[in-house]
């Protein structure tokens, strides 16, 4: 038997739908914010994400599908979409169009986790990110941004946790006094810890493994070595969203930590008692020196990432999604070889006025083909045989009344167009 790689998934018939349908309400909203979409190859080489999460991350140490091609490169299938993005932007010099640029990306995402709920090795992400612009207008914006998309999907339960990690003096002086506290007691601390003691002490934070270790609970809070101006612009931030409605919490110990954010971050939690209560739905934030760090000019940038299946699995606890069955408009059933020709025509033209037109191919017995527009749960059935090819008439059969009366082949699409309106 041949079976699907653990931690993946095949999206056929409603999942598939709830999935396209996810897509088409996001890219309404965002495309209302001025975000038009960039598409970046599943595969980048490694140093674009080495470069970007650094390698003592998660994301790099643990959890990318990493291969030589056969000429020898190291490659690396997309874990995250910001970093392609980044490289895109770059290599296409698209800062040069327009002071401010907004996209969005909606594809598969490839990362080595432990699957459980809501979360696969293959994975559906949809984000945006924002070039251009260090405002707190711009990061309240985005996180509005956000709220009217899980508005539109009619998601409830969802909190904004929301922080700041101060600018790059402010994160530096946060560093030192973390590095201080973890240093006395780093020897309770797995491993990864001791190792980003040195390197990036706010990763110690985001430990999956010692975030119940007290020494981790008792960690310093980031407000004690804010600069005024750190201060003031989450102040203003905050102000925003007050002013929009957007009810968050301010959660002093939501820290990111890869190297390139700044200020700003947060994530949307979803409120539940169930399986997936906690789970972040969608998380972001702003960075100062990512496009520096790719060698491009010092452009600052804020974005976020929706995890698809989570959404997909809310949506559905909360009998989100409407009805995805598709229901044919109407099966053409033929009783003869010449039928079954006249029939492939008139679906053809049915199709082709807007009509979802189903036939038999193989069939000629009216059981098999009934057996049909029972599956497809048809509207109308059209029946062709000798007398409807001899006298140019067609027999149309409502499913819902039963009613049955002859409609001349002329009249035929006239007759849907005002039957199935």
């Known amino acids: 038997m041949y079976r699907k790689v653990k931690g993946t998934q095949d999206f056929f018939g409603i999942e598939a739908k ?29 140093e674009v994400f080495v470069r970007s999460s650094g390698e003592e991350s998660d994301i790099v140490s643990k959890e990318m599908y990493t291969f030589d091609d056969k000429g020898g490169r190291s490659l690396t299938l997309r874990p995250e979409g910001t970093a392609p993005v980044v490289r895109a932007f770059l290599e296409n010099k698209l800062y040069a169009r327009r002071a401010l640029n907004k996209y969005y990306y909606f594809g598969p995402m490839f990362r080595y986790e432990r699957p459980q709920a809501g979360r696969y090795r293959e994975f559906n992400q949809f984000g945006i990110e924002a070039f251009g612009a260090s405002s707190p207008y711009l990061d309240a914006d985005v996180i509005i941004s956000a709220a009217e998309i899980f508005k539109a999907l009619g998601i409830e339960n969802i909190k904004l946790k929301i922080n700041t990690i101060g600018d790059f003096a402010s994160r530096a002086a946060y560093s030192a006094l973390l590095k201080e506290h973890f240093g006395k007691g780093i020897s309770s601390l797995c491993d990864d810890c001791a190792r980003r003691l040195d390197r990036n002490p706010l990763r110690i934070l985001d430990c999956k493994i010692d975030r119940d270790n007290p020494l981790l609970k008792n960690a310093p809070k980031i407000e004690a070595v804010l600069s005024a101006e ?20 301010v959660d002093p110990n939501l820290v990111r930590g890869l190297d390139y954010y700044t200020d700003t971050v947060f ?40 995890g698809i299946e989570r959404i997909i699995a809310i949506m559905d606890k909360q009998n989100l999604f409407p009805d995805l069955a598709s229901r044919a408009d109407i099966v053409l059933i033929s009783l003869d070889e010449e039928a079954k020709e006249k029939a492939l025509l008139l679906a053809r033209a049915l199709r082709g006025a807007g009509f979802y037109a189903e036939l038999d191919y193989q069939n000629f017995n009216l059981k098999p083909q009934f057996r049909l527009s029972e599956q497809v749960d048809a509207k109308f059935l059209v029946i062709i045989g000798e007398e409807e090819l001899k006298n140019k008439q067609l027999a149309v059969k409502n499913a819902l009344t039963k009613e049955q009366e002859l409609i001349p082949e002329t009249k035929i699409l006239e007759y849907f167009k005002e039957n199935l309106k």
């Open 18 to 46: 709830k999935l396209r349908h996810l897509e088409g309400i996001i890219r309404a909203v965002i495309e209302k914010f001025g975000y038009e979409e960039i598409i970046t190859p599943i595969f980048e080489n490694t």
């Open 230 to 249: 750190a201060k003031a612009y989450f102040q203003k931030v905050l102000k925003i969203l007050d002013a929009s409605g957007i009810s968050y919490e």
């Open 267 to 306: 994530e949307f939690i979803l409120e539940s008692d169930d399986e997936l209560g906690g789970l972040a739905v969608c998380a972001g934030g702003k960075y100062s020196d990512l496009v520096r760090s790719f060698n491009g000019p010092d452009i600052p940038g804020i974005g976020y990432a929706f």
